[in-house]
């Protein structure tokens, strides 16, 4: 037997029923007519109480399946994800910084990500610099690496933007700073080279002979000759005559300068002769000691004597009772392998009785004797020489006397 629903009388057959095509037909009216009344009724609440729809987010809760928020509710999870993406910029700010490029937490994720292409990876490496080596300084001048390095400064001092650093000190450490990229610094400690010392003065000479000449260089200088160092003033022997010789001064290096460059030469030309007697008494004849007596004076005189002063040497002897003589001759002989010819200047001779003939001096070199009863100059040849000897003789007779005085002794060409 069919029977009604509750709301809205729909006819509902029992299963017993034969199929009622009225039936459904009548119910899909009441349904039509229902869905029909309640669109045009609408929802309960008008417009204006969703648009001002108002939730507390600290009230509204989540599900974190993931477990990524502390907090349970909208508001908390919020701060959470504010917090952590507050602090991250801050890292990441202090990390751009760190790199050499001045980064802020307030700078927005644009900002920050073009500053992170402002970084370079690694520090640069400071070129070793180009040296000009001056006198007495050193001056440096860095590579700027087509402008990267903008700015440069030494030893903690005030940045420049030049990258020449001048006055520099030779032979002493230095650091110096280069600034790129921001704030970034890379740094270099070099030694610098030795700086130079200027050309002195050529040196002077003095006291020039056939063999010897004395070489004085300017204070602080030595003496360059022939590949030699001698210090100054020195007194070169062993020269050869009528020869010109180069000398020159210079100034030694320190630990902070380098040797000064050779002075201008000084061309010094040896006399054509060596002085073996004469007016200085540092010529190799002017010591009595030098001279040996090589014959005793007859029956031993007493009043035969050599005296020496500058430029005289002075032979005597005087006898009444006896005749008598002064024989003397160079303990060491004379080199005369750079000369042709030894000469004797005779100033004074002098005898008592000239009449006598047995009154006379005699030089004599290697053998070869010359008398002499006058004043004069007595001239040897001694090319064929290398050593020779030298022996001065002064004679008398009885009841006279004899005296020669001899101004110079040299060798010649």
Known sequence: MATQTTNLKLTKPSYADAADIAIFSGNMDI?????????KVGHKHPMSDIEGLSLKAKNVTIEDTLSIFESDNVEGALSELFQSVSSGKSSIAQAITAKGVPASENDDFPTLANKISQIISALLNIPFPMFDIKVGTVSATFDTLDSTFKEFRLQNQSWQTSNVFHNLIGNTSYTFEAKYGGNRVSNLTIVTPKANQAKPSPPRSSDIQGEVVTITAPTGCKIRFENAVFDSPHTFRGLNPNTTYQFYAFTPGTDKLNESPNSDALMVQTLNQKMLFGDDMNYPL???D???????????SDKAKLTITPGN????TGNVNFAHWLDLQIKTDI??????????????????DP???????????SGTRQLLKAPGTYEFDVSALTQSFLSIRVDAWVNDSTTMEISSIYLSN
């Open 286 to 288: 002017a010591n009595a």
């Open 313 to 316: 040497m002075k032979l005597y």
């Open 31 to 39: 349904l039509d007519d229902e869905v029909n009344k309640r669109s």
């Open 290 to 300: 030098v001279w040996k007596q090589i014959t005793n004076t007859s029956y031993g």
């Open 355 to 365: 009449t006598d003939n047995q009154n006379e001096g005699r030089i004599g070199i």
């Open 335 to 352: 080199d005369v392998s750079k000369y042709n010819k030894l000469t004797v200047v005779v100033k004074t001779f002098h005898t008592s």
